[in-house]
């Protein structure tokens, strides 16, 4: 029996269930069985319990329930908490005004260049009552990660409206007066509408006074000292601005010459080592330290680089922080089909060979490569290419993270002109990157080298009418190229670079959401052919925002280091394979969009499209995560801060009509990436999923077949090779959520 109750000044008063009652009722407005909440509530607490426990208590029994009307009413419950912590409750929430002033003074918002009748005027827009009708998957990852707290006393500081208005006035403060409240009007309805899904590092920061809003970055490391230092540099400064590290070390192999062969060279894990030290030093808050490094498919070290993270590798060869991606191409594919023969050479040895790879001329790496097969004075060694793959497989089927990137095709189906020699975190960036020549040349303002730099959000399908997708890619495109602008960069050269590329990533979230309300499956002629219709909209549309941020602002510096001058658009370049598994025709008259686009002389942005995982930011959402199907209806995810449950949306009417990622053949799931890839800049987080559940060993098999077929079909890369067994559909999966390193890329 509970007869007092702590407040939250400390006071003891008499428990009045009347009280408890009130709370229960009010956010009950779904339609559920109050009193039984309250009462377990009642009955989990204790005589001298706090007011917030019995709140946590009506939450967790709301929660426990595990349908969306008991979300729903857990939201509310929940947020009432943010209020009561950031205001005192729901009457004594303050104005606009008065919360900028207080934010300001306590140096969480940035001062903006708004006047007191802007801000009044902008009162006017701010509706706090769309927080109450949040669930509560989304308010408990807005509190947990994404609200200004107090991080010594836990207290939240802000509230969810009051977050997205923040964003939006940042964001746009810098926008020509005569439109700019029309801007953040227009920005802050989509954000709080939860139609334009932002990631990880713009949710913490814009509004604030960081501006580390970079999701990723990408470099290249050449084969000297002062380069693989630079190199290592980055990937430190680069995690402390919020940024998943892409790196990739075109070095001599282990055993080879140094210093005319006085010194002996370590190889790759050395370096390896040094990384995953720079990226885990400084571990942020809201998002851990994450990086991803390449190697590609000639290193002479490839055996020990394919196991770094195996749990069976020996102590001193074993790098398990960090994960790591190999990169083919086409030829060596085709030698893995034919159970070839393949030849591993150093950098060193082959460097023609080296830069070849990177390139989309097959005919030319052939060519070089039988020239240096053929040189009896060059070191090689002969291994099957089958080996090497099936190796790369397995390790990705026992540990998920040996990742894929097919680099010839990442650098033929591009508006790039520069070369692409790897991706990112979560290989849905495809950049040019450049050495940097030493520490000087990263901090000039005229660089040598380049950091591919890209920041990202998506677009959340399903939610987005026909009629209003244009209006929403635009604010999108215009959000990330304000970003672009007021982002703080560690590094002047990055500056530079990335403010003349203006390289952006706009993805899809949501898809296996829209499908299920479309009754469509992923793995039906029908099903592809929508999958089509949503890339090219999506595309179409991106390129048209950016035509017209090119009009209003001026075209990308660098533009004519892309194919935009000469009229390139993604239906150009795509593998034509892919047409052979959908029969959906272009719906969107391209040609005329192609004409206005040469009249330009291109576009505001080098590239648009990129396919990331959205990981945290669709809890924040709600919604399905990027183009995957659902794991399962019901999802517990569990982060560094805390566990969510995530419930399929929409479950009980369309439970049917969802497809299970374990129960999808993954044929079906490359020809949908192909689909989208035919419309996508750079490239996309694609996972596949290996249901063992009656079967022992994974097929080999099925490893090569999917891993051809990628290529087949024009994939440029491939994420996680997810494998499980014996997956149970009643009740819940759970699952750690990777984030991405908080991104995009979680997004």
Same mark, same amino acid.
């Given at each position: ?19 408890? /009652?009130?709370?229960?009722? !009010? ?96 009162? /006017? ?21 994404? %609200? ?216 030319? !790496? ?75 040349? %990263? ?40 970003? &672009? ?135 924040? $959402? /709600?919604?399905?995560?990027? %183009? ?51 419309? $996508? ?45 014996? &997956? ?20």
């Amino acid at each position: 029996m509970i007869n007092y109750v702590v407040k939250s000044n400390g006071e003891r008063e008499k428990f009045e269930a009347e009280k408890l /009652n009130k709370w229960a009722e !009010f956010a009950s407005h779904y339609e559920v069985d109050w009193s039984a909440i309250a009462l377990e509530a009642y009955r989990k607490c204790y005589d001298g319990c706090t007011t917030l426990e019995l709140h946590k208590a009506m939450i967790d029994a709301c929660v426990e329930r595990e349908d969306h009307q008991h979300l729903k009413m857990a939201g509310r419950l929940l947020i009432g908490t943010i209020y009561k912590e950031a205001f005192g409750g729901y009457r004594q929430i303050p104005t606009l005004a008065e919360f900028y002033d207080r934010m300001v003074e306590l140096n969480h918002w940035e001062v903006m260049n708004y006047t007191r009748e802007e801000l009044a005027e902008l009162e /006017n827009i701010i509706d706090h009552e769309i927080d109450i009708n949040y669930n509560y998957t989304t308010l408990r990852q807005m509190k947990d990660r994404y %609200l200004i707290s107090n991080r010594v006393t836990g207290l939240c500081l802000e509230s969810p409206q009051f977050m997205f208005m923040g964003m939006a006035m940042q964001n746009m403060q810098n926008q020509p007066r005569e439109r700019r409240m029309q801007d953040i009007a227009k920005l802050y309805r989509y954000l709080n509408e939860l139609k334009i899904n932002t990631p990880t590092p713009m949710l913490i920061n814009m509004r604030t006074p960081h501006k580390g809003y970079a999701s990723c970055c990408v470099y290249t490391a050449d084969d000297n000292v002062k380069s693989l230092a630079v190199g290592d540099h980055i990937a430190y400064m680069m995690t402390c601005a919020s940024a998943g590290i892409g790196s990739h070390l075109l070095t001599r192999s282990k055993g080879d010459p140094v210093k005319e062969g006085r010194v002996v060279h370590q190889g790759k894990l050395p370096y390896y080592r040094m990384i995953q030290s720079a990226v885990h030093a400084n571990m942020q808050a809201s998002r851990g330290g994450s990086a991803t490094v390449y190697f590609n498919v000639l290193d002479p070290e490839i055996s020990d680089l394919l196991v770094l993270k195996n749990p069976t590798t020996i102590t001193q060869k074993r790098i398990r922080d960090i994960d790591y991606a190999m990169i083919v191409n086409r030829y060596f594919v085709e030698k893995v089909a034919r159970n070839e023969d393949w030849m591993l050479v150093s950098l060193l040895h082959a460097p023609k060979l080296y830069d070849l790879l990177y390139d989309a001329d097959y005919e030319a !790496f052939k060519a070089e490569y039988e020239r240096v097969l053929a040189d009896e004075s060059v070191k090689k060694t002969m291994v099957k290419a089958r080996d090497i793959a099936l190796k790369s497989l397995t390790e990705a089927a026992e540990t998920g993270r040996i990742y894929l990137t097919y680099i010839d095709e990442m650098n033929r189906h591009t508006p790039f002109k520069d070369t692409i020699y790897s991706s990112n975190l979560c290989l849905e960036i495809a950049l040019p990157t450049k050495s940097y020549t030493g520490m000087l040349d %990263l901090y000039s303002e005229d660089p040598v080298g380049e950091i591919g730099l890209c920041s990202l959000a998506s677009i959340v399908v399903g939610r987005v009418s026909e009629e209003e997708y244009e209006d929403v890619a635009y604010y999108c495109a215009l959000m990330i190229d304000n970003v &672009i602008e007021i982002m703080e960069y560690p590094f002047a050269s990055l500056k530079t670079t990335a403010q003349a590329r203006r390289s952006i990533g706009v993805g899809i979230t949501n898809l296996a959401h829209e499908m299920a309300l479309q009754k469509l499956s992923y793995a039906s002629l029908e099903g592809k052919n929508y999958i089509h219709f949503i890339a090219e909209r999506h595309s179409y549309f991106l390129h048209k925002a950016s035509l017209r941020l090119a009009q209003e602002k001026g075209n990308a510096d660098w533009i004519d280091r892309t194919k935009y001058p000469e009229g390139w658009l993604p239906i150009d370049t795509y593998n034509k394979n892919v047409d052979s598994v959908h029969t959906q025709a272009l719906k969107y008259d391209w040609e005329t969009l192609r004409q206005a686009i040469i009249a330009q002389g291109g576009i505001r942005h080098s590239v648009l499209e990129a396919m990331m995982p959205v990981e945290s930011s669709s809890q924040l $959402t /709600n919604t399905t995560n990027g %183009l995957y199907p659902i794991r399962n209806l019901k999802v517990m995810k569990t982060s560094g801060t805390g566990k969510n449950l995530l419930l399929a949306p929409d479950m009980d009417e369309l439970a049917p009509y969802y497809d299970i990622a374990w129960n999808l053949d993954s044929k079906d799931l490359i020809e949908m990436y192909a689909i989208i890839q035919k419309f $996508t800049g750079q490239a996309i987080s694609a996972d596949l999923y290996l249901n063992m559940q009656n079967q022992q060993t994974i097929s080999s098999r099925q490893l090569l077949s999917d891993f051809i077929y990628m290529m087949k079909l024009g994939c440029k890369t491939r994420y996680y090779l997810n494998s499980a067994s014996g &997956i149970v559909h009643e009740g819940y999966e759970k699952v750690e959520d990777q984030s991405c390193a908080g991104g995009a890329c979680t997004l």
